[in-house]
């Protein structure tokens, strides 16, 4: 292969998606259609925000991506997920974490009885580093979680809220993944914190190219961060369009609640 040839290459390939869904549906205990028809891409080194009320579809999608749709008793019936070009629908979610996949979800959830550094040591475990690489690997996540560190010899179900949301996250980029699954980083969370969270998902997706899928019901918050936006109503995406776009629009309170029809 030319350099020229190699140059083109590289560019294509950057400009791919690293994340393609097509038409997914998702059917909950065989009747219940949860997701009726949802296409989206992430490429990588984006931030793209998920958004939509509650019982739109966001957790649905979220699950269906990285495998967890089937501990609900839930299945994706039609359409596929592609992940770097591979099609990846149903492959089990520690496999999708070891190709690059992770799913943060919503609730914060931290292994409780268990310090703080102990529940980022278990994200790394996938991995199986060696001591260096571990001890390396958590000095990084320490600096962009500052709070982590003063807490490290403290079980996690004694953090607060906020700390326990930076755990999640902090343990699933020990699996060095290219794609984060972000599911609700707000709930239930103070403004501050939260908007502490949402920089160091940008710091992140800046200083290491981490791409974020993010699903979130604030919408201001979300799109200053996000490159691109999607918003689900009832299953089904009802507009796509670039931040500032969905930023502009007069109309996007009423058809993120489903009072109006998107043109």
């Keep these: 292969m030319s350099l020229v040839e190699s140059i083109l290459t590289q560019a294509a390939s950057a400009l791919a998606p690293l994340l393609d869904v097509r038409n997914i549906e998702v059917i909950y205990d065989g009747a219940i259609l949860a997701v009726a028809d949802v296409s989206l891409s992430v490429v990588p080194g984006e931030i793209v925000a998920l958004l939509g009320a509650n019982g739109a ?10 495998g967890l749709v089937v ?41 409780g009885h268990l310090t703080v550094e102990e529940n980022l040591r ?46 999640a996250i902090g343990r699933a980029l020990l699996t060095r993944p290219e794609l984060v699954l972000l599911d609700e ?6 403004p501050l914190i ?12 800046r200083s290491k190219g981490t791409s974020f899928l993010v699903a979130e019901q604030n919408i201001a918050l979300s799109l200053r961060h996000a490159r691109r936006g999607y918003v689900l109503d009832s299953g089904r995406v009802a507009i796509e369009a670039s931040a500032e776009d969905l930023l502009g629009r007069d109309d996007l309170q009423e058809i993120y609640l489903g009072v109006a029809t998107a043109p």
């Design 57 to 66: 579809g966001k957790s649905t999608t979220l699950k269906a991506i990285s």
């Design 71 to 111: 501990a609900d008793r839930a299945l994706v019936s039609r359409g596929e997920v592609h992940f770097r070009g591979e099609n990846v629908t149903g492959i089990a979610p520690n496999l999708l974490a070891a190709r690059g996949i992770v799913h943060v979800l919503e609730g914060r959830h931290v292994f």
């Design 122 to 167: 278990a994200g790394a475990f996938l991995r199986r580093p060696s001591r260096h690489e571990i001890e390396r690997d958590l000095e990084e996540i320490y600096a962009y979680f500052p709070r982590l560190k003063t807490k490290r010899k403290t079980q996690a179900g004694l953090t607060s809220g906020g700390e326990q949301q930076m755990l």
């Design 185 to 190: 980083p707000s709930m239930g969370l103070a």
């Design 194 to 205: 939260v908007e502490e969270i949402f920089a160091i998902v940008s710091e992140l997706n």
